[in-house]
């Protein structure tokens, strides 16, 4: 079968990577794709938002599956189009998208059907949110509304920050439409852990439990990314905080989406953070996280193109996903000035790859002298190990195989896994 994968990071390689193991696949294509998915798949010069365009590619070249991976083309109802056209599609649509798209919408969610989640305001005007000020003590964190590349999560310390934090949202349309409601909401501390599931709207698999590293810099300090890196899975995700997630945040979310006629099918991601009083939801995706698909697919041992179709099929129940215990740990390799500005066409030395390491390409393009760097995160290093120490050991050491001029990455992703201090929290 022809399958075509929308997007063009490191998250879609992942996932092309994975779907290229698939027996049943015999042609795959990625829109727009990047230098090192090239030599998967067939990559095409569509943007992920160009709706018309992917929709047509589609049907001209008969394709019978479409993943859509990204949260933008998941929001403008990419997947919505496709099944109008008779087309089979992995994700979920607009309509149950919209709790990533809108963090306002998945609050009001939680409220409603009691999902732990931190206290919130909303505001659209800008005076409404400085007098609220008044009323709180800080840190606070300050959310947009909407879709913004990662970025649109301002923890703020002190009122000043929050107060230039509203008027870049709300005054200076710095995150455009994005920002144009903002959520003002309780600082809560604990590790933080995701977890993606695989959903068909009614039964639900939870992936192996993994975390992302949002700030730029070690010690989790500067400024906030895409992702800088990740490990699986999380020491704090034990057996007893997998069972109260499950029951009090997974199934309960996936069944709020099913009764407000919003049915999710696809991977839902939870963003949590494991407080003393408990797991509380800090924010949902809808789709595949970046770069914890890249410690999560290295240890999935099943065919995922059998699990996409289940999903759409209803048949999720019916499907025995198994996963590799060895640990797995992402380092982002990002360009000089990342998460600001940067240049882009850097050329990229790649010296060898090993079996046991992955390297997920993101910002990329192929030249005819070799690869150059075309985003803010260029490159994620994956390693497996028997445990965490030894996939810590293992990612370091294959980073030293790549260089370009101006390359940065966290020194620590992982090390919180290694030298771990137990959440004291039990689940009632």
């Known amino acids: 079968m022809k399958v075509l994968v929308v997007g063009g990071g490191g998250r879609e390689h992942a996932i092309v990577w994975k779907l290229s193991q698939s027996p049943r696949i015999s ?10 998915i090239a030599s998967l798949a067939q990559c095409v010069d569509i943007e992920a938002t160009d709706i018309e365009g992917i929709l ?41 998208a919209i709790i990533e798209s809108s963090k306002v919408f998945s609050k009001e969610l939680m409220k409603k059907y009691r999902i732990p989640t931190p206290e919130y305001q909303s505001f659209q005007k800008y005076d409404d949110a400085i007098a609220f000020l008044d009323k709180i003590s800080f840190p606070v964190v300050i959310k947009a509304d909407g879709l913004a590349l990662g970025k649109g999560v301002i923890i703020a310390t002190s009122r000043e920050e929050a107060e230039k934090a509203l008027a870049d949202m709300l005054l200076e349309n710095k995150f455009g439409e994005a920002g144009k409601r903002v959520l003002i909401e309780e600082f809560i501390t604990g590790p933080e852990v995701s977890i993606l599931a695989f959903t068909d709207g009614e039964s639900y698999i939870p992936m192996v439990s993994s975390q992302d590293h949002k700030r730029a ?7 906030n990314t895409g992702g800088m890196g990740a490990f699986s899975p999380s020491p704090h995700y034990t057996p007893e905080v997998a069972e109260y997630v499950e029951k009090n945040i997974i199934e309960p979310s996936i069944q709020a989406m099913a009764e407000e006629g919003r049915a999710f099918q696809g991977v839902l991601y939870f963003g949590l953070m494991l407080t003393s009083s408990g ?11 970046d770069p914890e698909t890249q410690v999560v697919l290295p240890r999935l041992k099943t065919d995922l193109l059998e699990i996409m179709e289940a999903i759409i099929d209803k048949k999720l129940d019916e499907i025995d ?22 240049e ?40 497996l190990g028997n445990d965490m120490e030894d996939a810590v050991e293992s990612v370091y050491h294959n980073i030293e195989s790549v260089y370009f001029e101006g390359m940065h990455y966290r020194k620590d992703i992982g090390k919180k896994a290694v030298a771990v201090e137990m959440l004291k929290f039990t689940p009632k």
């Not at 797991?279 to 996280?289: H, T």
């Not at 192929?366 to 985003?375: A, L, R």
């Open 27 to 36: 042609k795959l294509y990625c829109a727009p794709g990047n230098g090192g």
């Open 217 to 223: 810099y070690d010690k989790d300090e500067g400024p």
């Open 321 to 342: 996903i198994q996963w590799d215990e060895r640990a797995a740990v992402c380092v982002v390799l990002a360009s000089e000035g990342y998460p600001g500005s940067y």
């Open 279 to 289: 797991p509380k939801v800090l924010e949902y995706n809808a789709r595949f996280g």
């Open 344 to 383: 882009k066409g850097v050329p990229i030395e790649i010296k060898e790859e090993n079996d046991q390491t992955f390297l997920f390409h993101a910002g990329t393009r192929k030249t005819e002298q070799g690869y150059v760097t075309n985003g803010g995160r260029v490159l994620g290093i994956t390693a």
């Open 56 to 96: 047509n590619f589609a049907i001209e070249q008969e394709i019978d599956l479409t993943v859509v991976a990204p949260d933008d083309p998941l929001a403008m109802g990419l997947v919505d189009k496709l099944q109008g056209k008779g087309l089979r599609a992995f994700g979920p649509t607009q309509k149950a």
